[in-house]
């Protein structure tokens, strides 16, 4: 085979490797910041509603769960606490939001590893999970009843 074919053969396959990996990071990128500004909504809405009413942990949910849909994902977990540190009362809302990147090649291995997903669940129809968290306090004073 002349040396211009086995180069011509050579640029397409890094061609092709870089396509499959310029798409999973466009896709893996977009379901990030979908799950990112879902996540940062509902943790918005569970405050508003903790800073009012700190023991009405089921409206708070319902509100992160509705603002994270507006964004596109799903509330996959939410976690509530009220705490006393000295004479301040601490609501420490903790949620984490889901999202599916559809159409990737490479990163639902990737984030499959990384979630500790089984090997047959990397490539589900519906796509791979991603899972972004966080956790915040809010301070409700001592005029407030818990």
Not at 67 to 78: C, F, Q, R, V, W
Not at 110 to 126: C, H, K
């Amino acid at each position: 085979m002349p040396l211009f074919i086995r180069r011509l053969v050579r640029a397409t396959l890094v061609l092709l490797v870089l396509g499959v990996i310029a798409n999973d990071a466009v896709r893996t990128g977009a379901a990030v910041s979908r799950a990112s500004d879902a996540m940062t909504a509902g943790m918005s809405a569970a405050q508003a509603v903790a800073a009012v009413t700190p023991s009405d942990v089921e409206a708070a949910r319902a509100d992160a769960e509705a603002a994270a849909a507006e964004h596109g994902a799903t509330l996959d977990s939410y976690n509530q606490v009220t705490l006393t540190q000295g004479a301040t009362r601490v609501v420490r809302i903790s949620l984490s939001t889901r999202d599916r990147v559809q159409g990737a090649v490479v990163a639902p291995a990737i984030l499959g590893l990384m979630n500790g997903a089984r090997a047959a669940e990397w490539y589900d129809p519906e796509g791979a999970p991603l899972i972004v968290g966080q956790t915040r306090e809010v301070e409700v004073y001592g005029s407030v009843s818990l």
